[in-house]
C-alpha cells in the first residue's frame, strides 16, 4: 500500500545546521546570477536569443532565492 512519511520534529542542532544549508544554497544562486550578468554583459548585445536565455535563468534564480528565503524563515520561526 502507500508508505506516509513521518516528519520528525528536529531538535535545535539539526535545524540550525539546515537553516545554514539553506543559506549556502542562497549565496550559490546569488553567484550564479551574478555569473550570469556577466555573462549578459558580454554576449547579451550581439546575441539576443543569449540574452534572453540569461534573463530568464536569472528570473529563475531569483524565484529559487525567494523559496529557499521563505524556507528559512520558517525554519527560524521553529527556534522561537
Known sequence: ???YLT???MN?????????QIQEGINQF??????Q???????GKDFSFLRKK????????NR?????EERFTK?????K
Do not use: F, S
Open 54 to 61: 540569461y534573463l530568464h535563468d536569472i528570473d529563475i534564480y
Open 75 to 79: 525554519q527560524l520561526n521553529t527556534l
Open 1 to 3: 500500500m502507500y508508505k
Open 64 to 68: 529559487c532565492i525567494t523559496r529557499l
Open 30 to 35: 546569488k553567484l550564479l546570477i551574478e555569473i
Open 37 to 43: 550578468l556577466d555573462n549578459v554583459g558580454k554576449h
Open 12 to 20: 535545535r542542532k539539526e535545524t540550525l545546521e539546515t537553516m545554514l
Open 7 to 9: 516528519l520528525k520534529k
